[in-house]
């Protein structure tokens, strides 16, 4: 089904799932933190080349971009493909829990309010969220997904390395051999863990 498809790879460098709109050049890092008019002149590009008259689409991404998938997913088939027979939009590994239950969840909770204060993410506004959420929570897709109307499937692996030391790390922050054990071990030591909570 795909032999005439065209595949285009954005390499994601913006740290906010192309989102962020600063005016102002951030004077100690001389970087202007500008990842929705990044992603907007490149989605006008792909337009311009004849994603326009795409009948089918896909928006992808894996880690990052499977976060900024999910918080794109709504609005780039509404204002950017609209007239596609067919979006549809895959998260691969993007699904970065907040999990208030589990351990380091206020270092998940300060990491992301960094990200929406240094990027001034008030794009995070059109989710039109069901539920009441702070602004940080907004990139945290267990808040999103319900209200994603865009087909979506999103793939999570159970062994993803990032995922499972950003929402373990605290069990063995003490003991760096341990850690290791753990992280290089995932089969036999997160099941438990999990089981904890």
Known sequence: DFYNWNKVHVVYCDGSSFLGDV????PQTNIT???ARVFNAIMEDLLAKGMSNADNVILSGGSAGGLATLLHCD???QQIVPNAKRVK???DSGFFMHAKNLPGAKEREDYF???VELH?????????LSVSVQNFQCLFPEYLVDDIQTPLFIL?????????????????????KKQNYYYNNL???MIPNIQLY
């Open 23 to 26: 005016e102002e050049v951030d």
């Open 33 to 35: 933190y500008r990842g």
């Open 75 to 77: 609005s780039f088939r």
């Open 89 to 91: 939009c895959i998260s």
């Open 113 to 115: 309010t960094r990200v």
């Open 120 to 128: 001034v993410l008030k794009a995070l506004e059109y989710n039109n």
């Open 156 to 176: 999570e692996s159970s062994f993803d390395y990032h995922q499972v030391s950003s929402l373990f790390r605290n069990i063995y922050n003490s003991n760096r």
């Open 187 to 189: 089969n036999n030591s």
